[in-house]
């Protein structure tokens, strides 16, 4: 029997960031991973590989517009399988050099489905491995919708709609929140019609009220369209594809949709079947979701949980926090995670970006504040890419401690990290205000937008 200080059951962002923290602090560590790759969710089926073919739609897409900079194109095709093949290819790069980092950094890499039949025990198959420490990063999976079989052929998941074999002429999206519309793009970039259904009567809940509304005013522009207000009753297979029956959310009306194929991404839900949680008494909420303390231990003492399948943002990046906070307080450091400056982003284009808290959320609270936007089209930089759409808005204290900042624009994912910086220094407006950017460049509409919240734009 092989005895470690430290066995982490999953090899996604969080575990294998997890596991390599902690070999450097000096640590044995094994990590077990059942899905044959290592990298989780995120890296096999979710935010790589989608982030490629975004990328490469992108690229596609853009050949319809550059005659605007004086380039002709001509003849240019699709070849789907090119584009999936480069897809898998950068996926397999990427899963090689985790297994490479395990070598470098001494983690035994255990591959198979892992239990826990008691405490300081985790099982491989016929195999029983003992532990002083247990992690649990098993991350999620896509949250199914009941009554909806998904087949991954016609009505897919995420991970479908990853591998389509070819574009679709009508493709439905339910759910407009992160993953619904960064697909949704992919595919109405490759040629398809993409209707996107959401059962609240707006996009990307959760992020503030007007850069949703500015991104989906933007993502319309590029073809995307929307059915807000709208819950999915049924989908059935006929001999043309599949045909949808929506209600009219409050309104009593029925309404049918044809489509190819179906997208259900409705969200995300925890996995931890198979673990063995339940006769262990680890505690786990109404929503599946694992308990844990301030240092990511669960109800049973030395058994710990992080990433998707505790509460907080399903992140891969708040995986990753989670796992160096978790193993660096084992290991007698302090570790420490602050869910306030924990940004989010949405590959879409534009980019939405976001940190903090929102303007309906400091109105709720009833928080005195002030706030600043600056638009990229009176942006030099944007001019010149023509990528005017968007804006950067700042929301802080009237002190001007910065309280969230929310963005949709082009690199807005990049651009929110000066943001999460000054929120995780303390720094105000004045400070990001008088910090000397680079001209011409994206980064001035966030000075901009600090200098608005003190009601002295230049620009706007």
Same mark, same amino acid.
């Given at each position: 029997m092989s005895a470690f =200080?430290?066995? @982490?059951?999953?090899?996604?962002?969080?575990?294998? @960031?997890a596991a390599i923290r902690a070999a450097q602090l000096g640590l044995s560590v094994a990590c077990i991973e059942g899905r044959g790759a290592l990298g989780?969710?995120? /890296?096999?089926?979710?935010c790589i590989p989608s982030k490629a073919l975004l990328t490469s739609s992108a690229k596609f897409a853009e050949l319809k517009h550059l005659s605007s900079h004086g380039v002709s194109v001509e003849g240019a095709s699709l070849d789907l399988g090119a584009m999936m093949g480069r897809k898998d290819k950068v996926v397999g790069d990427l899963t090689k050099g985790i297994a490479f980092l395990f070598k470098k950094n001494g983690v035994e890499h255990i591959e198979g489905w892992a239990s826990i039949p008691a405490p300081g025990q985790v099982k491989v198959g016929d195999d029983v491995y003992e532990a002083k420490n247990i992690l649990i990063a098993?991350?999620?999976?896509?949250?199914?919708?009941?009554?909806?079989?998904? =087949?991954?052929?016609? @009505?897919?998941?995420?991970?479908?709609?990853?591998? /389509? =074999?070819r574009v679709p002429d009508h493709l439905v999206v339910i759910g407009a929140g992160v993953i619904g519309l960064e697909l949704g793009q992919v595919w109405a970039r490759l040629g398809a019609k993409v209707t996107v259904v959401e059962y609240l009567d707006r996009i990307l809940p959760g992020i503030d009220g007007e850069i949703a509304k500015l991104s989906q005013r933007a993502l319309s522009k590029r073809g995307l369209k929307f059915q807000l207000g709208r819950a999915l009753k049924s989908i059935d297979k006929t001999d043309a594809g599949l045909s949808l029956t929506v209600d009219r959310v409050g309104k009593d009306k029925e309404e049918t949709i044809e489509a190819d194929n179906v997208l259900i991404a409705i969200g995300r839900r925890p996995v931890t079947r198979g673990l063995g949680l339940d006769d262990l008494g680890v505690a786990v909420n109404a929503r599946g979701f694992i308990e844990v303390d301030g240092a990511f231990q669960t109800s049973v003492p030395?058994?710990?949980?992080?990433?998707?399948?505790?509460?907080?943002?399903? /992140?891969?990046?708040?995986?990753?926090e989670d796992g160096v906070a978790c193993v660096e307080t084992l290991a007698g450091q302090h570790g420490h995670v602050d869910y306030n400056t924990v940004p989010g982003v @949405?590959?879409?284009?534009p980019e939405?970006?976001?940190v903090g808290l929102t303007e309906?959320? /400091?109105?709720?609270a009833g928080t005195d504040y002030i706030s600043g936007k600056f638009t990229f089209m009176a942006n030099s930089r944007a001019r010149s890419t023509g990528e005017t759409d968007g804006a950067v808005k700042v929301l802080a204290s009237p002190e001007g401690t910065i309280l969230g900042a929310h963005i949709c624009g082009a690199h807005g994912g990049d651009l929110i990290a000066e943001l999460v910086l000054a929120m995780t220094k303390g720094a105000t407006v004045e400070e990001v205000a008088r910090t000397c950017h680079a001209h011409p460049a994206l980064g001035e509409a966030v000075k901009e937008a600090c200098l608005d919240a003190l009601g002295r734009a230049i620009h706007a």
């Open positions: =200080d430290l066995i @982490v059951i999953g090899g996604g962002p969080g575990g294998y @960031v989780g969710t995120c /890296l096999n089926v979710g098993t991350g999620s999976e896509p949250t199914p919708l009941p009554g909806v079989e998904i =087949d991954e052929v016609d @009505v897919v998941s995420s991970t479908g709609a990853l591998k /389509l =074999d030395g058994i710990y949980a992080i990433g998707d399948c505790v509460p907080g943002p399903m /992140l891969a990046h708040k995986a990753e @949405v590959y879409t284009d939405v970006a976001s309906e959320a /400091l109105k709720e």
